[in-house]
């Protein structure tokens, strides 16, 4: 059994997954944009910077993006010698055996799935806001959860099914309107800098570090530098998704480092330069709200910034959505090749060159998740997963480069073993900072994960097999 448990699974090239090969490093780079750059941009900086960080919530960026750049350069050099759509499950499979990368599979599905209906119900609140901006009001049955009182998130079930449709007929469709979106979210963030940059006050950035680096309050609450890089991590696991695309990158020994890189320093960038104007112009006690931009905008005097952000982060938060869904279809179409789950989902319809089911599936379910049930603070532990995720294929780098000296590596991580234990400790370092409610929850859920393991995937397995 112990031997079933930690069989390793060969390199393969998947060369006739059935899957199209159509993705530039180009769309793979504005892949990685359009998952990262939502609602941390518009929502998080103000929400660290207030409650958290203070003007050095800029610093907070700066570690998280710095923890993220070590895990990047993990999953470059495994996404070029590994390869697969599974990401950070396909990784572990080679590295570690089946059962750790099942556990790796189960965390993806948390990270993803839980964080598509969580960014759907974020949408649906934008979409209503913006909707009575122009006096046009839905029933408030159909905005809520039936726990919340309501009928049914109308607006969050709807998007789902909207991007499913599309991710069905193509990914280089998809690839295409995610490039639109990018493009439009990125021009509304381009014009905020450019109204707010001269009216930066630089007393608003004294005291820098009101909350220190790190502390824990009477209530359990988590504040300083170091607590706020764990909370606007989630800005940062975008750049995972671009992984998930290796079975239909042109070049993936070449396009996938390119676009992980190219998106995680675009989007720190980003970033840094965002959260440092918004501290300047607006104290950052005031920027516990909802929309801390279109709030600084308007407090400068630009009415219509409401209009504007509001049409931001809708096209933010919409690429999000998709880049999530995208992910987390290739994600399970591999565990379904594998035999990990019902080997039906890993068909792919001929005519489009996507795998149909399991994005019917992914779509069914996410729906209803963002439609009927509030997911309040299991949102939180997205992070979680996400970094663990990013602890595991750091390890994965080290061990395959014991196992496998001999593996081709387009792309190696330069000072080999520095760049990924400084991963692991990095991002071990920012799994600390997190409560401990995320902490029990994500316990919980690798516990669930392991018994379905066990009931189910050991006994259909191929490898085992």
Known sequence: MLAKLLRTKPVEAHTNSGLKKCLSAFDLALLGIGCAIGTGIFVLTGLAAATQSGPAVVLSFVLA??????????????????????????????????????????????????????????????????????????????????????IINLPAFAIIWLLTILLIIGVKESARFNNIIVVIKLSTIAIFIALAIGHLNTENWHPFMPFGWFETLDNGKNIGVLAGASLVFFAYFGFDAVSTAAEEAKNPQRDLPIGLLASLAFCTIIYIIVSAILTGVVPYTELNTTSPVAYALTKLGYTWASTLVATGVLAGLITVLLVLLYGLTRILFAMSRDGLISPIFSKVNPDRQTPTRIILMCGFVVSLVAGFFPLGELAETVNIGTLAAFVMVCVGVIVLRIRQPNLPRPFKNPFNPVIPVLGILSCGALMFFLPTSTWIRFGLWIVVGIVFYFIYSIRHSKLNA
């Open 65 to 150: 993006g710095v923890a993220s750049g070590f895990a990047a350069l993990a999953y470059a050099e495994l996404a070029a010698s590994v390869g697969g759509s599974g990401s950070a499950y396909g990784y572990s499979y080679v590295a570690f055996g089946e059962l750790m990368a099942w556990v790796m599979g189960w965390i993806l599905l948390l990270e993803y799935g839980v964080g598509a209906a969580a960014v759907a119900n974020g949408w649906a609140g934008y979409f209503i806001n913006t909707l009575a901006n122009f006096n046009i009001y839905l029933p408030e049955a159909l905005t809520k959860a039936p726990i919340l009182g309501g």
